[in-house]
């Protein structure tokens, strides 16, 4: 059931998931652009994992996510649950993503804050500490 190579394309995601379904497993999805990991990530990602039994990760340039949106792995893996970061309200959602969801059925979680961290302060204090 559990395949031991984590990046998958999609069509082999969903024959994945539909196993883990099958043995009752509550799936649960977030995506980003997790491009300089920081803190806040790394607790997104924890609390994302503990909404379900099963995480799936979709990544910006990534071969299993290349679009700007994830509409199309949202109706093919219809996730349980769906996590997003508290920088995020109903109303900021990407409409055509948030109406895929709804379609779906999928619960809508989004965590409350992490507290300040953000890629642009890590890059921020990276430039700062060069310069100075």
């Not at 998958?8 to 998931?17: G, K, R």
């Not at 059925?105 to 300040?116: A, Q, V």
Request: hydrophobic content about 40%; overall charge negative.
């Amino acid at each position: 059931m559990t395949n031991p190579r984590k990046l998958v394309e999609l069509p082999q995601l969903c024959t994945i998931i539909a196993d883990l379904r099958a043995a009752g497993l509550r799936v649960v999805f977030t995506n980003g652009c997790f491009d300089i990991i920081h803190p806040g990530h790394i607790l997104h990602l924890q609390q994302a994992r503990q909404e379900g039994d099963v995480l799936v990760v979709a990544l910006d340039y990534i071969t299993i996510f290349d679009t700007p949106r994830v509409t199309e792995i949202i109706e093919a893996i219809r996730p349980d649950v769906y996590v997003k970061g508290g920088d995020y309200t109903l109303d900021t959602l990407v409409a055509e993503e948030r109406e895929a969801l709804e379609r779906c059925g999928t619960e809508i979680r989004l965590l409350p804050e992490i507290g300040s961290f953000s890629t642009t302060d890590v890059i921020n204090r990276v430039r700062n500490s060069r310069d100075a």
